[in-house]
Structure formats: C-alpha cells, structure tokens
C-alpha cells in the first residue's frame, strides 16, 4: 500500500536531499529536512537548494511520529476503539489523519464510521474466508504449490481464487481507477496493511506492484489469496516500522469497483490540490527509497492536477487559490529537476528549473541549479549571471561560493575547464588492446636474462674450439 511513511505536510519538502558535495558532483539528498535559510548555515556537504526539496523541510520528523502512530493502529487491542476520545475534535482529527497517511482518493473523504472500520485492527476484513492458507501454511509452501496461479512468469506473484467476481464486467486496465478492500500479513501473520476501501490508480505508483499487476487480473466482486515476493513489495529496504527487508507479504483483496480516472480538469480547485500533493508526497517517497523513475512519474502526474486551467481551458479559481496552486507547482518542479539530475537527465532538469524560475524568478535552489547545468554545459556567461543571482539572494551559502569558483578556473582555462567523460568502448576493435601490457620497472643488480645470454655465448665458444681442435 502506499507506504505510512508518507510526508504528511503539504508545505514540506520530500526527504530526498543528499549529504554531499556540491562541488563534486550532482545529487540530491536522501533526507530534505532543510529549507533555503538553513541551507544557508550548513557547509558544503549539502548540495545547495536541490534536491526534491522544494516540498518541505521537515517532513521527515513528522513522518517519524506518524509512522510510529500507524505503526501503534495496526497491532492496537481489540479494545482499541473504546480509547478513542469521543470528542468531536478529536473524531475530526481522527477522520483527516486516516484520510490523508495511506489513499489517493478523487472523492471526497469518507463518513465517520468508515474510517473507524479502517482504524479497528481487531475486526477481520474477510472472516468467511479465514483458510489455512492463510492462517498457517508457511510462504514456501504456497510458492511451491500446484492449485495457485502464476500471474507472473517468474513464479514470485501468485494467487488463488475464494470466490469468483462478475465476468461480464471487463478487467481493469493501465490508467483506470479502482476500490479494493485488503488486508495483508507477513509469515508470522503480523497485520501489516489493512485497508477496507482503498482506491488507487493502475499505474501511477500509489501501491506497490504486486496490487497493480493482481487487480488487473481479477473480475469486478472478485475475492483471492495474493502472494507477493519481495521483489513485487518493498524489497530490500522493506518499510520501517513494520516491514523488514525482503518479506513476502500474503494478501486477501477483493475487488470492489472499477471505473476510469476522472479528468482532473473538471474538479474543484480545492480537489486538484488535495490531489496534487498527495501525488507529490508519494513522489517523496519513492526518491527517498531511491525508485527515481516511479519518482518522476509521481511529480508528473501532481503537475497534471495542479493547474487553474479547466476543461473549457478558461482559467478559473479565486486569487488564493491559484497562488497556492503555483506555490505546489514550484514545489513539484524543484523536486522534479532533483529526480532527473539522479536519472541523468541534464538537459529536462535545466529545463525543468527553467519552469521553476518562469512561476519564481528568485527561487535559489533552482538558479542554483540552473547555473551549475548551464556551467557544465560551457555556457559560462549565462550561468555567471545565473549564479551571482543566487549569491545575492543567499550570499552566505558555501555552496554558491564554490561553485561560482569552480566557474571562474573554466572561464580562465583551469585545470578544471573541461569535464572527464567516459570515452565509449568499441567492442572488437582495432583500437582496443586484448589484455593491459603492465608497467616494466627498473631491476636492481644484474638481471638474470644477461646472465643466462653471457653463459649460452661461453659456451657456444667452448664448443667452437672443440670442433676446431678436432679438425686439425
């Protein structure tokens, strides 16, 4: 599911700055806990406002807490519920906390009673069909075992049918929504995804893999076992608290409703941005586990959603509105040149950054950015102007500074003037060498070859004056 780690404040920035030289080399943080005024304090060690950080600084510490929190819901009593406070601030906070940590939902959030049917880690989402499979039967068994079907070749994704769905309804297919209800455990039967209407579109990345390749092949009222590897969950960096690395996880999943993704265009504003962000803050997730191309295509879709233009193509939206808007466009930009300059994508991140500088023309983690490209890139003059652009809006930041001298030894025929670059390999050809010849060094003394020779030459003159003597 989607991961209880997610960052939960809009206004944060998704962990995925690096702790490294900016002068070195291009990378962005695992953990973006930093904003541009504390970037300012730290040394070279941070690359300067890069990273996917544009979303918030401390969403790390908040999602620490809240995972901690998610983590106490899921293995909570049987009496649980009966020590949630009965206030109706308290049921409020309840209702946007659930909301908000595990769905992307297009609708609006569900009723009271929902939610606390989500929250009882006691009540059994499918009691009917509590087999053996499920309750007991070791993972390896039903890897191994005949009357369970391969979805994937590989034999890691398997399921097996409870209870047949409706076959005149169509599959689910790449792009669609749906709603399913799901409950998942590991081998020890630790519940560790529960969820009784979860709703996510095939192919943006909101679940794992395992749930996407299942629900497109089951029919609509469908119920079945699924096991997933690893490999098709969280693999080796699993997901903390609950999950560790490499654990086969064991789901029952019924499939409630299929239907086509609405055209974000046709929402309320206040929706798109709801939306939006939960799309980014996913994004943030996969670039803090290092998934940077499930990571663009996050901050793709949230900059599809957060926009002000609807269907007729009028723009529309109160003034508030679309400056909030264009604040998570910044925000998705910036996060988005992060992830491609992991992907090697240096021509999209500058063009990206440019995007960021058209809605925030003093943005300094995208001028920074934008100066270190356009110096890799030889366009020296530009990314002079660019760069002292940004040291003038943040001129204590250690980063600027080198790399403003980094620009300056290029411009003056350093050392540093032209980049190291990988020369491709001609397979097979002329120009290739076999093997390395290896250096010859010097000997000390008389090397044992001249000897040798000296001993074959006296002894080639001992045999000569043999044969003549013989002769005479």
Request: with cysteine.
């Amino acid at each position: 599911m989607v991961s209880i780690t997610l960052c939960s404040e809009m206004e944060k920035e998704p962990c995925c700055e690096d702790q490294n030289d900016p002068t070195v080399e291009y990378t962005e943080p695992t953990e973006v806990r930093e904003d541009i005024s504390e970037f300012a304090e730290s040394n070279l060690r941070n690359e300067f406002p890069c990273g996917p950080a544009e979303e918030g600084e401390e969403p790390c510490r908040k999602e620490q807490a809240e995972t901690e929190s998610k983590a106490t819901e899921i293995k909570s009593p049987p009496d649980a519920e009966q020590q949630i406070p009965e206030t109706k601030c308290a049921e409020e906070k309840k209702l946007r906390k659930t909301n908000s940590w595990k769905m992307v939902r297009f609708q609006d959030p569900s009723t009271e009673e929902d939610v606390l049917e989500r929250d009882s880690s006691a009540e059994i989402l499918f009691p009917e069909y509590a087999v053996e499979e499920w309750t007991s039967t070791p993972f390896a068994e039903l890897f191994a075992a005949e009357d369970w079907e391969n979805i994937t070749e590989d034999r890691l994704l398997r399921k097996k049918v409870l209870e047949s769905g409706d076959v005149q309804v169509p599959h689910s297919s790449w792009g669609q929504e749906v709603t399913v209800k799901v409950q998942g455990v590991l081998e020890d039967r630790t519940v560790v995804e529960k969820d009784c209407k979860l709703v996510f579109v095939i192919g943006e990345g909101d679940v794992n893999q395992a749930l996407e390749e299942c629900v497109m092949s089951m029919q609509k009222g469908e119920i079945t076992l699924l096991l997933a590897d690893s490999q098709y969950t969280y693999g080796l960096l699993g997901r903390e608290p609950d999950i560790p690395a490499w654990a086969p996880i064991l789901y029952q999943l019924q499939l409630l409703d299929i239907r086509d993704k609405p055209d974000p265009l046709t929402l309320p504003i206040a929706d798109r941005i709801r939306i939006g962000n939960q799309k980014r803050e996913r994004g943030n997730i996969h670039f803090q586990r290092e998934e940077y191309s499930l990571a663009a295509t996050a901050y793709c879709v949230a900059l599809e959603v957060l926009t002000t233009r609807s269907s007729d193509s009028s723009d529309v939206g109160m003034k508030a509105e679309e400056e909030e808007v264009r604040e998570y466009r910044v925000k998705c930009l910036n996060n988005l040149a992060a992830t491609q300059l992991k992907l090697e994508q240096f021509d999209e991140a500058l063009h990206t950054s440019r995007d960021v500088l058209t809605l925030e023309p003093n943005n300094v983690k995208a001028l920074f950015r934008a100066g270190k490209l356009l110096s890799d890139k030889g366009e020296y003059k530009e990314a002079m102007e660019v760069l002292k652009r940004a040291l003038k809006l943040e001129p204590a930041t250690k980063a600027i500074h080198a790399e403003l001298s980094k620009l300056v030894k290029r411009q003056s025929g350093g050392k540093d003037t032209q980049q190291w670059r990988a020369k491709q390999v001609e397979m097979l050809g002329d120009n290739i060498p076999p093997f390395l010849i290896p250096t010859k060094k010097k000997s000390s003394g008389l090397s044992w070859k001249f000897i040798l020779g000296a001993l074959v030459v006296a002894l080639g003159s001992l045999v000569t004056s043999v044969v003549l003597t013989a002769r005479n």
